[in-house]
């Protein structure tokens, strides 16, 4: 295995995470960064939620309930980052439903917030991008931000626009999915061009805690991990309704392709099993 050597000038002492942040960036930019595909939320806004795994994975934010435990106050300012639909907002809502909150959600897709809004009366919606964002400084006592950072253009401009709408010792939640540490991922089996648009868009867990913490963030970073046999004939349906945003990044060759290969699959076997694993990021930055 080729080793990797990362130059470092002498005379400049740089930090050995300054250092690597700056060779994994450089890294990314080389590997096409800056042509990283935008997902479309306008034409799947209508199928988003018939995903059923995404209506039965959100759960209460137990990060949220301990800062409220822990930050008591008459009010609370929180912010669901890239809110989609609602979905996460609307789950919180209901739970905490006896503490005084100011819900606000902020998206970039127009369709996405239009259903939020359907749905959700008492929040503040706001149209807008990550990387510039119509709030005041230090805003906000939470903010969430759950599968959605791999979708900002400039990760860099997002996250000090993170910090300037936090108020001090506020917490900054990303939730994602780690594709660097799921390449058994039934998708990437499939559909293996997705693995490497998503190279183009998802940050290393090092370059996260590096990024954070030259902001001045004390930051938490857990991975949650789970290897298994999955039934194929079980995940068909998800590649067919195509709202899995890596899925409408691919060529449509490439997803039909992939689409057909798990029929013939299921067809020739319908209990036919693959390993998959899969893995999600959480991230908790104080902001101090």
């Not at 002492?13 to 595909?37: E, H, R, V």
């Not at 809110?83 to 996405?112: P, V």
């Amino acid at each position: 295995m080729k080793s990797l050597r990362i130059p470092v000038k002498k005379k400049q002492q740089l930090p050995l995470c300054t250092i690597l942040t700056n060779y994994f960036l450089s890294n990314n930019q080389k590997a096409g960064i800056n042509d990283m595909k935008i997902t479309d939320y306008s034409k799947i806004a209508d199928k988003y939620e018939n995903n059923q795994y995404r209506l039965d994975e959100i759960q209460v934010d137990n990060d949220l309930k301990e800062y409220f435990d822990n930050h008591p106050k008459s009010m609370y300012q929180v912010l669901d980052l890239a809110c989609g639909t609602g979905l996460y907002l609307d789950h919180q809502i209901k739970y905490f439903d006896k503490r005084n909150i100011c819900w606000h959600g902020l998206d970039a897709s127009e369709d996405m917030l239009i259903k939020a809004m359907s749905k959700l009366k008492n929040v503040s919606f706001v149209h807008g991008q990550a990387e510039n964002m119509r709030y005041e400084n230090e805003s906000f006592d939470y903010i969430s931000n759950n599968y959605a950072f791999h979708h900002f253009l400039n990760k860099e401009a997002a996250l000090d626009e993170i910090y300037r709408v936090l108020k001090k010792n506020g917490v900054y939640k990303l939730h994602n999915i780690a594709i660097h540490d799921m390449k058994k991922w039934w998708i990437y089996h499939y559909f293996p061009t997705a693995y490497y648009e998503d190279l183009k868009r998802f940050w290393e867990k090092g370059v996260l805690f590096n990024e954070l913490s030259r902001r001045e963030f004390i930051v938490d970073i857990q991975v949650k991990y789970r290897l298994g046999k999955i039934k194929v004939s079980d995940y068909v349906g998800y590649a067919e309704n195509r709202d899995i945003s890596i899925l409408t990044l691919i060529d449509d060759h490439d997803y039909q392709e992939g689409l057909e290969k798990m029929r013939y699959d299921v067809k020739h076997d319908p209990q036919t099993t693959i390993v998959n694993d899969f893995a999600e990021i959480f991230v908790v930055s104080k902001k101090g």
